[in-house]
């Protein structure tokens, strides 16, 4: 494996007493799409918002580009191009889709513009209603205005959290169209999802997390393709 763009060794985190993530280690390939995928509590978003930087963790090292980011905040690393789709969107409902996406871009100094431009190249349908109050906007369209808004800030890793959390399916086959069109782009994908089939099938590389540890990890085919792994993890489709 050449140096991952990304590197999360041993990584705990904590609420209090309670010990969400228990020494998670995964490593990222620039270019490539990595899942986490688990149950409910699994901690999986409790590791991506640690790195993030949105949760600070009780420990281990978080390697970005060659950099240790373990403490670094969520605000500097979209700087640097780690940027989060949060869990349930998080769009501004009465700010327009423009304003929505201007926000993605407040640290770029003055090439906003450009940047939002290209977004809109990419999701016509927000290029259309870019007037419109975000709150306007459908639950699969919201969910690609936060995709939007992630892209704006031009990121070389891209974390989403449930993406395609509570969307019909239909709006769920274009959500990971676009987040297989974002990895083709060259961009670095890293995927937490609860849909764990749907998530192995568009990734390159897959851990299976269960009570804040990594149980099973590898090829993302080779997970699909392992009964056990099937059976204990991924339920019924
Ligand atoms: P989900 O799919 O429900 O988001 P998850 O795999 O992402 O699950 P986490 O949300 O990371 O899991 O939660 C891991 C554990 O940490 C769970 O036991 C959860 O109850 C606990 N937890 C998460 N956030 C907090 C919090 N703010 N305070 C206390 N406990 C928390």
């Known amino acids: 494996m050449s140096t991952p763009i990304l590197s999360v060794e041993d990584l705990r985190v904590s609420y209090g007493r309670v010990e969400a993530v228990r020494g998670v ?6 270019g490539s799409l990595v899942t986490l995928v688990g149950a409910n509590g699994a901690g999986k978003s409790s590791v991506i918002n640690a790195v993030s930087g949105l949760l600070r963790p009780a420990g281990g090292r978080i390697t970005f580009q060659g950099r240790d980011v373990t403490r670094t905040p969520a605000h ?47 999701f016509p349908v927000l290029a259309e209603r870019r007037a419109l109050p975000a709150g ?39 959500v990971f169209r676009v987040i297989e069109e974002i990895r083709a782009s060259g961009t670095t ?9 749907r998530a192995l099938r568009a990734a390159d590389h897959g851990y299976v997390l269960q009570s804040g540890e990594v149980v099973h990890s590898g090829p993302a085919a080779g997970l699909l393709a392992d009964e056990r792994i099937v059976q204990a993890y991924l339920g019924i489709e």
Do not use: C
């Open 189 to 197: 994908v890293v995927l937490v999802e609860q849909n764990a089939r």
């Open 25 to 30: 280690s995964f490593a990222v390939e620039q």
């Open 76 to 122: 500097k690393l979209v700087g640097r191009g780690l940027v989060q789709v949060p869990e349930g969107r998080q769009i501004l409902a009465t700010l327009t889709i423009e304003e929505n996406l201007q926000m993605g871009a407040w640290h770029t100094r003055g090439t906003a513009q450009r940047s939002i431009d290209a977004v809109y190249d990419r």
């Open 136 to 174: 306007a906007l459908s639950g699969g369209e919201q969910q690609m205005l936060a995709i939007a808004r992630a892209l704006v800030a031009a990121p070389a890793v891209v974390l989403m959290d449930e993406p395609s959390m509570g969307l019909a399916p239909k709006i769920v086959d274009e």
